[in-house]
């Protein structure tokens, strides 16, 4: 596996050139964009390669966390109530929902319209409360207790993330946003903004590979059914207007977020992190898919 892992990483490196880096998040322009690294949680142990602790921020692989935490507080079928799990084929910013907004169903929660709405879901008194108990229960599942907010890219977000404003104030029209816009957006910035690396992201991927259960204490996190429910919002969706060709391509449940992180698990067999910054024009890490797809093909992954 080891060798596998530093095959595939050197063969893809020459991929980093492709693509760009994010910039409408100013901060985020400032990532190396030859920084490729993987890293794999298996039972058996695990394996890494390239720059696999470089810190990254997490940006959309936030999304899978809200709608685990939503569905832990409330149950699959009272999220469903606010959101759908269809593909919407858009961009993961996309405004141009039809009125009378928010067909329920086309808010997908892969999305910036639908993952603010469901961060907005998980429980609590008041947004400083809701974050403190996203970003704990982050921690627990990535099993790294010193995760912390990136400063630099949460200020950068929340001074120009307007287009997500604008997403929150449509929300709060239609009714499925309580309290205020502004401080929920917060929370969804922050979260956005939370400094990992690919263990990290493969730990995540190995607590959803193994449906809930923690491999280092053996409890269960999260039910099994709420595990392959993710898993499935995540095949159909999660690698933004990408994901048909993906799930051809590489056939796993993954996340994919600007920063140039990719979160993936093998179901039954591994968590996978993958970090390298520049982005195709759907957002997709270039060498990050590339590096899954050799992956996928060497070890027969797809679940297909
Ligand atoms: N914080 C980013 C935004 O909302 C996340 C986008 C992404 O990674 O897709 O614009």
Same mark, same amino acid.
Request: aromatic share 8%; proline share 4%.
């Given at each position: 596996?080891?060798?596998?892992?530093?095959?595939?990483?050197?063969?893809?490196?020459?991929?980093?050139?492709?693509?760009?880096?994010?910039?409408?998040?100013p901060e985020?322009g400032?990532?190396?964009?030859?920084?490729?690294?993987?890293?794999?949680?298996?039972?058996?142990?695990? @394996?890494? *390669?390239? !720059?696999?602790? %470089? &810190?990254?921020?997490i940006?959309?692989?936030?999304? #899978?966390?809200f709608?685990?935490? /939503?569905?832990?507080?409330?149950?699959?079928?009272?999220?469903?109530?606010?959101v759908?799990?269809e593909?919407?084929?858009?961009? @993961?910013? *996309?405004? !141009?929902?039809? %009125? &009378?907004?928010l067909?329920?169903?086309?808010?997908? #929660?892969?999305v910036?319209?639908? /993952?603010?709405?469901?961060?907005?879901?998980?429980k609590?008194?008041?947004?400083?409360?809701?974050?403190?108990r996203?970003?704990? @229960?982050t921690?627990?599942?990535?099993?790294n &207790?010193?995760?912390?907010?990136?400063?630099?890219?949460?200020?950068?977000e929340?001074?120009?993330?307007?287009?997500?404003?604008?997403l929150?104030?449509?929300?709060?029209?239609s009714?499925?946003?309580?309290?205020?816009?502004?401080?929920?957006?917060?929370?969804?910035?922050?979260?956005?903004s939370?400094?990992?690396?690919?263990?990290?992201?493969?730990?995540?991927?190995?607590?959803?590979?193994a449906?809930?259960?923690?491999r280092?204490?053996?409890?269960?996190?999260?039910?099994r059914?709420?595990?392959?429910?993710?898993?499935?919002?995540?095949?159909?969706?999660g690698?933004?207007?990408?994901?048909?060709?993906?799930?051809?391509?590489?056939?796993?449940?993954?996340?994919?977020?600007?920063g140039?992180g990719?979160?993936?698990d093998?179901?039954?067999?591994?968590?996978i992190?993958?970090?390298?910054?520049?982005?195709?024009k759907?957002?997709?890490s270039?060498?990050g898919?590339?590096?899954?797809?050799?992956?996928?093909?060497?070890?027969q992954?797809?679940?297909?």
């Open positions: 596996m080891q060798e596998i892992l530093n095959r595939i990483l050197e063969d893809c490196r020459r991929y980093t050139l492709e693509g760009e880096v994010a910039s409408y998040i985020l400032k990532g190396n964009r030859e920084a490729i690294g993987i890293y794999a949680a298996t039972d058996e142990g695990d @394996f890494f *390669a390239g !720059d696999w602790d %470089e &810190p990254f921020t940006q959309s692989i936030a999304k #899978p966390i709608l685990m935490l /939503a569905v832990r507080d409330n149950g699959i079928d009272v999220v469903k109530q606010h759908g799990v593909a919407t084929g858009k961009p @993961f910013n *996309a405004i !141009d929902y039809a %009125e &009378p907004l067909l329920r169903e086309h808010i997908n #929660p892969m910036n319209i639908g /993952a603010i709405a469901v961060c907005g879901l998980v609590a008194a008041d947004n400083r409360e809701r974050f403190a996203l970003l704990d @229960f921690r627990r599942i990535t099993g &207790p010193d995760l912390e907010v990136d400063q630099e890219v949460y200020d950068s929340k001074k120009t993330g307007n287009k997500n404003r604008a929150g104030y449509l929300l709060k029209n009714g499925m946003i309580y309290g205020s816009v502004e401080d929920l957006l917060d929370v969804y910035f922050a979260m956005c939370l400094k990992v690396n690919c263990r990290d992201l493969a730990r995540i991927g190995l607590l959803l590979a449906h809930g259960t923690d280092e204490t053996g409890e269960q996190i999260i039910p059914e709420e595990a392959v429910f993710i898993n499935a919002v995540l095949m159909t969706s690698m933004y207007d990408g994901s048909g060709e993906f799930a051809t391509t590489v056939g796993i449940p993954a996340k994919s977020g600007v140039g990719i979160m993936a093998c179901p039954g067999r591994m968590g992190g993958i970090f390298s910054p520049a982005l195709d759907k957002g997709n270039v060498a898919i590339k590096m899954l797809e050799r992956l996928s093909r060497e070890m992954l797809s679940i297909f």
